[in-house]
């Protein structure tokens, strides 16, 4: 059985996974960046950490196979296959009001900070913080000396991540609104994506 769930874009959404169950993000059109987190179900104080991950893998992005790591240093998901042009990003926080404000918009915007806790909160479930995500589909290229910048993701309509639950969780997507700088494509308008629950 599938439980398919759209993620409008601009918003977020949560969802429950037991220990084995597959998860797959889905980017629908191709050009949007999904910010993923998990957080393990009777404790949303443990969570899926880019720092612990990093250490661990000795990488700046996972592959197929590799385990995603909590704050706690257990496995929480493993990357079982990826479609997509494989390009990943752990290293940008997840965006935020202020994030916006920096980038000069007056009032309020959309954001991932935001959609985090609105998916969370439809399943009754507060986070205390915004842990960095693991942002799907997000090109930030680097240079040797650290230079960084925010790139058009390379397009694969319907390219998507498989994770495997590696404990009971809760796992949040969040279709990022930014349309400032051209993270979800040149045209700088983000997308819906899809979430998909498999047993």
């Given at each position: 059985?599938?439980?398919?769930?759209?993620?409008?874009?601009?918003?977020?959404?949560?969802?429950?996974?037991?220990?084995?169950?597959?998860?797959?993000?889905?980017?629908?059109?191709?050009?949007?960046v999904v910010d993923t987190w998990a957080f393990v179900a009777d404790d949303m104080k443990e969570f899926m950490s880019m720092e612990h991950s990093r250490a661990a893998l000795s990488n700046l992005r996972p592959k197929t196979g590799d385990f995603l790591y909590t704050n706690r240093r257990r496995?929480?998901?493993?990357?079982?296959?990826?479609?997509?042009?494989?390009?990943?990003?752990?290293?940008?926080?997840?965006?935020?009001?202020?994030?916006?404000?920096?980038?000069?918009?007056?009032?309020?915007?959309?954001?991932?900070?935001?959609?985090?806790?609105?998916?969370?909160?439809?399943?009754?479930?507060?986070?205390?913080?915004?842990?960095?995500?693991?942002?799907?589909?997000?090109?930030?290229?680097?240079?040797?000396?650290?230079?960084?910048?925010?790139?058009?993701?390379?397009?694969?309509?319907g390219g998507y991540v498989l994770f495997e639950a590696q404990l009971d969780l809760v796992i949040a997507c969040s279709a990022c609104p930014q349309d400032i700088v051209p993270i979800n494509g040149a045209a700088c308008k983000p997308t819906e994506a899809h979430l998909e629950i498999l047993d």
């Open positions: 059985m599938v439980q398919r769930i759209t993620i409008p874009a601009r918003r977020g959404k949560a969802a429950s996974l037991r220990a084995g169950q597959k998860a797959k993000v889905i980017n629908t059109y191709g050009q949007q496995a929480i998901l493993r990357l079982v296959e990826d479609t997509s042009s494989k390009i990943h990003d752990t290293l940008i926080a997840a965006c935020d009001i202020f994030r916006y404000q920096l980038l000069g918009c007056e009032g309020y915007h959309d954001n991932c900070t935001d959609n985090l806790a609105a998916g969370l909160r439809e399943l009754g479930l507060v986070s205390q913080g915004t842990p960095s995500p693991l942002n799907l589909f997000m090109n930030i290229p680097w240079t040797a000396e650290g230079k960084l910048t925010f790139e058009a993701p390379p397009a694969i309509p």
